[in-house]
Nanobody
Framework: QVQLVESGGGLVQAGDSLRLSCAASGRTFSSYVIGWFRQAPGKEREFVSTISGSGVSRSYVNSVKGRFTISRDNAKNTVYLQMNTLKPEDTAVYYC??????????????WGQGTQVTVSS
């Protein structure tokens, strides 16, 4: 079982930066792929970024490439999402999720409660 808690959201202006954190419980954190997702009002939840258990492999949705950076500190059981040059269209509730690297499916097993990011123009 993995419990995830997001933090770091807030209200910022366009062009500002925020760093989101996803703190996880559990002793085997390094064996979990962590993903960030977001959901804007009236829209479907969308994938933002993922990072492998070791931190070597990372992926991003095209709309955030070059602006967002995902990283992890396995000693602290935490994954970060550094968001730079924020745009109003980045406004959403951001969620982190976890799935085991050894799972036979790609289903995201565990989810956090979300943190609100609001970017004003």
């Amino acid at each position: 079982q993995v419990q995830l808690v997001e933090s770091g959201g807030g209200l910022v202006q366009a062009g500002d930066s925020l760093r989101l954190s996803c703190a996880a419980s559990g002793r085997t954190f390094s064996s979990y792929v962590i993903g960030w997702f977001r959901q804007a009002p009236g829209k479907e939840r969308e994938f933002v970024s993922t990072i492998s258990g070791s931190g070597v492999s990372r992926s991003y949705v095209n709309s955030v490439k070059g602006r967002f950076t995902i990283s992890r500190d396995n000693a602290k059981n935490t994954v970060y999402l550094q968001m730079n040059t924020l745009k109003p269209e980045d406004t959403a509730v951001y969620y982190c999720a976890a799935r085991s690297e050894y799972s036979s499916t790609l289903r995201w097993e565990f989810w956090g409660q979300g943190t609100q990011v609001t970017v004003s123009s």
